[in-house]
Structure formats: structure tokens, C-alpha cells
């Protein structure tokens, strides 16, 4: 069908999935805007695009709301493989997926009358190279450095999960702090390609809290690579074990690290709607 589209969330951090062989549109960064525009467009947290690729089973781009591209999304590649499952393009639980982060593997772990329920994903090797992640830091590794923002400093910790994070950990977690310094954080230039960010408290060693703010997107309710990122982090620095919850307003997610610090992610995935792209709205796409 064509300019068909799914609607899904990974604990309230919703996508729009599109099939690059299905639509009829040029992809711009208008369009990506408008579709992800909750009054114009659909509304969501931004696109999945499945894409051709040689080199795994199915290939993934991830667009934010704001028409930047993202290297990686853990969120979004739970809803890309229910998608994959769902809609039989996966022709068994255990599949490759290629994001410009790289190479990852899902597994549908649990179904529920025959859609994907729980997935789980091997999202790659947490980085903390600071020239890899991108921050302009002098340090090899940009752990508990000092970020100058106008107003205040921050203790941050930095890695890369194939998309970049900076990590705070507070002993108070609070929304309004994080919409007023998330946006200051993201764009500020010892980020060459701007920056995910994270508030975390830590609850136990194995359970984290965190709330987001995210590149390109904002506050979300959740975030997966976010969450690799927090636990990667919080295991280095020798806060947590290393089978970790992080619970964030949308929901938790379990995270696993290992001995060479690739990072498994597990949580839940639901379809919200499917449908056709109007004709009307895509007579607007510039
Ligand atoms: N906005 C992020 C991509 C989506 C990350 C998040 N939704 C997730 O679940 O990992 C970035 O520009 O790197």
C-alpha cells in the first residue's frame, strides 16, 4: 500500500515507521517536520525508514523531529523490529538490523497474539573516546569533566552508543531543570554534533532513574540508546551491576552490560495505528 505508515511507542517514545519501497514522496527535512508536527502531521518522537542494505537483514534510518538524522535509536529499533515481525518481512525472531551506528541484532523475546510484545536488541559497544563520541575534550575520556554553561556548571560523562550522550548525575531529579538546561547542553559547541542528555539518580545498584533530553527531539518520555548510555556510565564509574533497570517517566528498560561493554537493551513495544499518509498533506511536502 502505498504512503502506508505505523504508529508505535517504546514506553511513550513513539515513532512513525515508513517504508522507503512504499512511499511516494521525497523525504526532506520539510516533510520530516510536518509529518512529525503533532497539529500539521501525525505527531511522534520522529521516523524509522526501512532501507535497503546489503550488509545485514534489514537496513534502518532514524530521523528526529527537527529533520537531523540519528545515528542510532534503542526505542526505535524495538519498533522497527515489531514492525519487521509484525508485518512479515522478518522471517524469523532473531534478525540484523544496519543503522548508520552501526550493525545491531534484535530478538522478539515475547509475543502477544502474534504481534511482538518484548524485544530485545544488542545495541553495540558503548564508546568513551572522546574523539569518537564527538566533545571537544582534551581528556582520552571525557568522564567527570566540568561543562561551563552561562549560568552554571555541570559534572558530565560522555559516550557514544553510535549516537552521542552526555550523562549528569544528580541527587534530585527535576523536569524543569532539564527543559531549562537540556536545550543549553545539546547545542553547546563542546559537541561538534550537538549531544543526547541524561539526569540520573541512582536508586540501588540495580536501579538507575533518569529523565531526558534529547538530540533533536527534546524532552521524551524515554530513551533506549539514552538508557545504554546511563547504564554504560554508571558501570564504569562503579555506581551500578551490571544487569541494570533504568526506569524513566515513560517506563523501564533492562539493561545489560558486558566484560567489552557491548550493551543489551530489553523492554516492551506496542502499535498505536496504521494508516495512509493523506494525499492533502503530502500535496504541502515542499
Ligand atoms: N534523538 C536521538 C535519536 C533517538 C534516540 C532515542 N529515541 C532512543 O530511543 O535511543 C539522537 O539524535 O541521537
Known sequence: ???FFVKSHGLGNDYIVLNQDEIGFELTEDAIRRICDVHFGIGSDGI???VPTFHANFGLRILNPDGSEAEKSGNGLRIFAKYLHDYQ???SRKFTIETPGGLVQAEIIKEKNGKAKTVR????KAIFSST???VNCEKEECIDETLHLEYRDYPVNC???GNPHCVIFTENLDEKEVKTFGPQIETNPFFPNRINVQF???ISPTEVEAMIWERGAGWTLASGSSSCAVAAVAVKKGLVQKCLTVKMPGGSLQIETDEHWNMRMTGEVS?????VLSRELLAELS
Do not use: Q, R, T, W
Not at 271 to 275: D, F, L
Open 1 to 3: 500500500m502505498h504512503n
Open 48 to 50: 524509522l525508514l526501512k
Open 159 to 161: 559516550v557514544s552508543m
Open 132 to 134: 569518537k563520541i564527538p
Open 121 to 124: 536488541v544488542d545495541m553495540g
Open 200 to 202: 540520573v539518580k541512582v
Open 271 to 275: 502499535e498505536i495505528a496504521s494508516g
Open 89 to 91: 518481512f522478518a522471517k
